[in-house]
């Protein structure tokens, strides 16, 4: 029951991430100590992504890149920074949902182990009163044969004084 809202949860997180992502690439653009600083990492992205196109396409790396305009750094940054803020917020949701999952795993792996444990002292349980069981049937046995023995052996002596007696009257 959860699972489901859990899912629509992180989907409504990600969704309301992209709005302030918008207000991110705004707050880029107005905003003049946050402008000045981005406008080099948005210089170095573009160098850095120019340098591996031209690479994958087989042409001249050696030759210099044009820095891009105030404006469009300002633009590619205030962009990768919104970029950037979604991914971080899907990417959290992501291992957010694998610790979860991991947790309910182990939870059930416990479980598990638990009625294992139970499992075995129930067996162990059952060992014992077999070998008890087997103890006394035994012992029943060895009894039922000494008393068996017992008779026969009273029975001999009583047909023994028989004859003795039949023969002492003859």
Known sequence: MSLPFMKLGTLALRTLSKPIANRLRKEAAINPKFRTSIIGIAQTNHWVTTTIQRRIYGRATNVEIRPLNEERAVQVAGDLIGELFVFTVAGAALIFEVQ?????????????????EVMKQRDDNLTKQIELLKQKLNKLEQVTKENALARVL????????DVKSAISSS
């Open 100 to 116: 979860r999952s991991a947790r309910s795993e182990a939870r059930k792996e416990e479980i598990r182990k638990q009625e294992i």
């Open 154 to 161: 009273r029975k001999e002596n009583s047909q023994t004084k």
